[in-house]
Each structure stands twice: as C-alpha cells, then as structure tokens.
C-alpha cells in the first residue's frame, strides 16, 4: 500500500481563525506538514517562519530582527496530584506537542496520526488526519505523603 492510501504519523501545522473576518481559505489551511522525528524547538522556529512569511509585510519582517510580536509558544497542561491526605498539588507545565503562534489567523502545530488524502483518486482533494486528544490535565499516581 503506497504512503498515500495509508494513514502516516506527522508535525501538521494548520492555519485557524477565530471569526469569518480573518478565515483562511480551505486549500490553505494546512500550512505544513514536518517529519514526526522533526524536534519541537525546530517545529516552533519553522511555525514562526510561516506566519511572518504569510502574514508580515516587508516593514514587520525587518522590524522582527529584533523583535517578533508573535513569537511561537509550546502549549501547557496541568499535572495535578492528590495525595493520600486530601491535599491536592497543581502545576502548569509546558507541552511541546502542541505550538501556537499569531494571532488572528493563527497557526496551531501539532503531532497527528493517520494522515492521509482525503480522496486517494484525486490528490488536490486535502489532506484529513485524526487528532490526538488535547490533554489540558495530567493526574499522577496517589501518593503517600510525609
């Protein structure tokens, strides 16, 4: 079965939008789409790299130089423990498997399974792909507590 018919695990890297004004047209949403080995440091550089080059005028570029406005930012979810005494323990903690950078439109990077075409007879059709579930609270183990 060729890569094309069979789902492959991959970086997608996909423009969004909050609100019709700032809607980017369907054949171009996916903005990317990065080895899964590709290192999320690499992915984020590259998702900032995207959104300058469609979003920037000549003016923004040389300003980002010195300073990007939008610079690409690792996701975070919660780790929460309880131990055995009731005491809960909370702490937001940094989730490189999901990068989002701009503002609106915005790019959202994330690692994917089974992305494949969306019609195998006509390559222009898109790409679909299954999404891993967001993870916003990580619970750990109990454990006693002294």
């Known amino acids: 079965m060729s890569a094309k018919l069979r789902g492959r695990k991959a970086w997608l890297v996909t423009w969004d939008a909050a609100g019709s004004h700032a ?33 920037f005028d000549p003016a923004d570029k040389l300003d980002a130089l010195t300073r990007n406005p939008y610079p690409a930012k690792f996701g975070t979810v919660t780790v929460r423990e309880t131990f055995k005494n009731g005491e809960v323990w909370e702490q937001r903690v940094t989730h490189t498997g999901q990068i989002i950078c701009g503002h609106n439109p915005f790019l959202y ?8 075409l969306k019609d195998s007879a006509n390559p222009g059709s898109g790409l679909i792909w299954d999404e891993e579930p967001r993870q916003k609270v990580v619970n750990l183990d109990n454990r006693a507590s002294d």
């Open 109 to 116: 990077a994330r690692l994917v399974k089974n992305l494949r």
């Open 23 to 55: 809607a980017v047209a369907e054949r171009e949403v996916v903005a990317a789409v990065l080895r899964p080995q590709t290192g999320p440091e690499t992915v984020k550089r590259i998702v900032e790299l995207l959104y300058m080059a469609r979003e």
